[in-house]
Every structure is written in structure tokens, then in C-alpha cells.
């Protein structure tokens, strides 16, 4: 189920949408296996042919065509990387043994690439994550509740999901923001309306009593009398 709802998250609009997973961190121990069921997922969604599949679309423009061909690196590829730029088509595109040095690591993807990094230590993986710009997005796909409140509470993100990706911008309950660089402020229902909305704060005193505290001459006395206020 795993690797079906990311398959479908990345991979739907061909990665277009700005809440795609850019990549993937996985545990060592199951990256050849996890992998193994991504390339079965990609098969099954988008059965390759001679043709561009009906239910795949195509990359939005030739300028962005070029700056995805060019971050396939191919000695990592490891499914996919098929590409026909008369048709501005790049298949479903998985690359492996991908570090944060890797150049396609270097900014916000928004095409059919998926890399695959892997750890062995959460607390590592936490932290390279945390070196990066905070992300708009976030998912984590665990059974351990330990760790996804570790995850949850230590890595600053706009929104996210657990067990599953993209799905919570269906909620009109949850707020869709970002943090950062991802962006500032929510939207969907109510909170929508509070972004957009300028709140007027305004101060109204009456005029018939002020202490005198506040002006001129400032006294030791004045200073004293502040210090007991505001203890």
C-alpha cells in the first residue's frame, strides 16, 4: 500500500504538483525490496507501449522539459528514464543510490523523477533533512508510532500526511500552508479567509485620565514605580 500511494502521489500530473514527494528517504534494509515494489506499481498504473500512455500527460512546456532531461543522471537510473521531447514525454523515472551532493537534489523537482536516498539511523535522516529549506510537504509511511511523533515534532514542514501523500489537501479542515520558504500563511475554508483578511487593531482611550508616568521628566521614582508594574 506503501509504495501504491506514493506511485500514484509522484507520479500523478507526471510530478507536476507543487506537493508531489520530491524524494524518498528509506531504510536500508528495505530499499532493494521497496524499490522492487515501486517498479510493479509504475507497471501496473502506466502500462508501457509504444504510445504515451492515456493516463499520463505530458511535461507542461519544452523549457522545463530540458531542465528535467538534464537532472537524469543516468548511471542511477534505475527504471524508467525514456524520454521523447518532440511529445515532451519523460516516463516514470526512479534513480537510486542518490545523495544530497546529487545535483537533482538541489532544488524542487516538478517532473516524473523520483530519487531514492537511504538511511540507516532515523536521527541522521532527521538531521540532513533539517539542513535543507523547510519543505511545503512531508509523509511519512511507518507502523511505529515513536517515530512518526519523532518525525512530526522534530522536522518543520507546511502540512502533511501519515500513511499516505497529497491526500490532505482534500480536508477543507486542515490548513494548506507552508513554512519558510514554502511559503506563509493558509488556505481552505476559515483559514483561508484569515490569510486574506487584514485585521485593523485599533486602540480607543477616553480622555478625562492618563498617568503622568509616561512623560517627561523620566525621575529614579518613575523608573522604580515601572520596575514594581511590570515584575
Not at 540532513?128 to 509523509?139: D, M
Amino acid at each position: 500500500m506503501t509504495a501504491k500511494r506514493i506511485v500514484w502521489a509522484k507520479f500523478f500530473n507526471a510530478g507536476q504538483t507543487c506537493v508531489a514527494p520530491d524524494y524518498i528517504f528509506v531504510e536500508k534494509s528495505i530499499e532493494q525490496k521497496f524499490i522492487q515494489t515501486l517498479k510493479e506499481k509504475i507497471n501496473e498504473f502506466y502500462q508501457a507501449n509504444e504510445d504515451i500512455n492515456e493516463n499520463y500527460v505530458r511535461i507542461i512546456n519544452t523549457k522545463n522539459f530540458d531542465r528535467l532531461e538534464k537532472l537524469i543522471d543516468r548511471d542511477k537510473v534505475c527504471f524508467g528514464g525514456k524520454i521523447d521531447k518532440e511529445n515532451r514525454f519523460i516516463s516514470p523515472t526512479i534513480l537510486k543510490d542518490i545523495s544530497f551532493e546529487d545535483e537533482i537534489m538541489e532544488d524542487e523537482i516538478f517532473g516524473p523523477i523520483l530519487p531514492i536516498l537511504s538511511f540507516t539511523n532515523i536521527d541522521d535522516a532527521i538531521a540532513k533533512v533539517k539542513e535543507r529549506p523547510k519543505p511545503l510537504a512531508c509523509y511519512i509511511y511507518s507502523k511505529n508510532r515513536k517515530i512518526i511523533s519523532k518525525i512530526l515534532h522534530e522536522v518543520s514542514f507546511g502540512g502533511g500526511a501519515v500513511n499516505d501523500s497529497v491526500m490532505h489537501l482534500s480536508n477543507s479542515n486542515l490548513p494548506f500552508g507552508g513554512v519558510g520558504l514554502s511559503g506563509i500563511g493558509s488556505y481552505h475554508g476559515k483559514f483561508g479567509f484569515d490569510t486574506f483578511s487584514h485585521f485593523k487593531s485599533i486602540l480607543d482611550k477616553p480622555l478625562w485620565f492618563e498617568a503622568n508616568i509616561k512623560y517627561s521628566p523620566y525621575t529614579k521614582n518613575k523608573l522604580k514605580l515601572l520596575k514594581m508594574l511590570l515584575k
